[in-house]
């Protein structure tokens, strides 16, 4: 029997095809209408049903009849990043690209669509597969709310007995898999932060209060406070990413603002460096300035599940080979797949695809190996056939 790899590697062209026509027409967001459409349209030719406008911009599509049901996710967003490459197939909007990968993460969710097709029609499935196109990974609304939550709250994880996901790898050997349990990415808060003084001439230093002085402190008070208070044998960063202040040489500042993040796999973790950051930011006061301190809960630690793990190695390792499969280092970047994550066991794996040389990802020359779609593909699909068939005993 062909196996599902040498099926995906026949219609490779319509992948990175595909990819490409994505490639060219990013959008932010939750402004994902076109790259929903072309999802929709791609899966409904296939013979999925498929619910349009889910958790805003997103798309659920399902093939099959009952129990068990099986989820499949890819996000659809880009980034607001100017593309420097000069392929032929560039981000045609200017200041917007696919610097993370996701058209990629589409054209693979589409890709094993119409092998799950296949082994519907040759009556290998039984039970109910569901894909998730989901809006907005890479922000969140007015709100505060990603994709992934406003697709939980549209019912796109209703009944849903296990996820599987997976994320491009561009810094990653192109034909491995990297398949971990546990937690293997990071929960992020983010943080703003407004360091109050009283400005002054830079001649009469005496007649104010220095704000970015007192920023310096609080910066510095931060990175004291993680740095000792969290064990060696633990994880967790506080980072400040911005500072903004004042507006000539020879002027005191009377503000500045600050703007950074909280990155944790444990809970206990996060309250140490919630705490870090509250202490750190309250020398501000003692110095006699002042200071307005805010935390926005961000995305929770992607955490795998272990049998959902297990079952995604094994079928993984069908596609790719088992020596293919390795573990991953746990990861201080962040990702929303964790919120569905919560709603049903689930697995998030990297797949490499690396050019020479690699890229980064987040990056204005940003780009992959579109050899690797296929193999996206097949794998994606391995997960959903195998949970079904080990759901069903």
């Known amino acids: 029997m062909t196996s599902l790899l040498d099926r995906a590697t026949g219609f490779r062209r319509d992948l990175i095809d595909l990819r490409r026509d994505l490639h060219r027409h990013p959008e932010l967001s939750f402004c994902e209408s076109r790259t929903a459409d072309t999802a929709a349209r791609a899966v409904e030719a296939h013979g999925w049903r498929v619910r349009r406008g889910v958790g805003r911009t997103g798309v659920v599509a399902e093939l099959g009849s009952g129990r068990p049901l099986i989820a499949l996710r890819a996000d659809m967003d880009a980034l607001p990043i100017q593309e420097s490459g000069d392929t032929e197939y560039r981000s045609t909007v200017d200041g917007v690209m696919h610097a993370c990968g996701h058209d990629a ?44 939550t406003r697709m939980i709250e549209d019912g796109a994880m209703d009944g849903v007995e296990a996820i599987f996901g997976l994320h491009i790898g561009a810094h990653l050997p192109l034909g491995q898999a990297f398949i971990s349990p546990g937690a293997i990415m990071a929960g992020s808060d983010l943080f703003t932060a407004t360091v109050r003084g009283r400005s002054s001439h830079a001649g009469r230093p005496h007649e104010g209060t220095d704000a970015i002085v007192l920023a310096a402190h609080a910066v510095l008070a931060c990175q004291l406070g993680t740095a000792r ?101 746990p990861m201080m970047g962040a990702e929303d ?33 579109e050899r690797a779609l296929p193999i996206g593909a097949a794998a994606l699909a391995a997960c959903a056939t195998r949970a079904l068939h080990e759901f069903n005993r």
């Open 105 to 148: 993460h589409v054209a693979m969710l589409i890709g094993a669509a119409r092998l799950l097709t296949e082994a519907q029609v040759a009556g290998q499935l039984q039970g109910t597969v569901r894909l998730l196109f989901q809006p907005s990974e890479e922000a969140s609304d007015d709100e505060g709310k990603s994709g992934a």
């Open 229 to 329: 208070r969290i064990s060696p044998h633990d994880e967790g960063t506080l980072s400040i990413g911005t500072i903004r202040g004042g507006f000539a040489e020879n002027v005191l500042a009377e503000s500045v603002a600050l703007r950074g993040t909280i990155r944790y796999y444990r809970d206990d973790v996060r309250e140490i460096l919630r705490d870090a950051l509250e202490r750190g930011f309250g020398v501000v006061e003692t110095l006699g300035g002042g200071c307005d301190l805010a935390l926005k809960p961000g995305y929770p630690p992607v955490v795998n599940d272990d049998n959902a793990t297990d079952l995604a190695k094994r079928a993984v390792a069908e596609v790719i080979g088992a020596d293919a499969v390795v573990p991953f280092e």
């Open 337 to 369: 797949f964790a919120i569905l994550a919560r709603e049903a066991p689930g697995c998030f794996f990297w797949l490499g695809a690396a050019l020479e040389p690699p890229r980064e990802h987040h990056h204005p020359a940003f780009d992959i190996d």
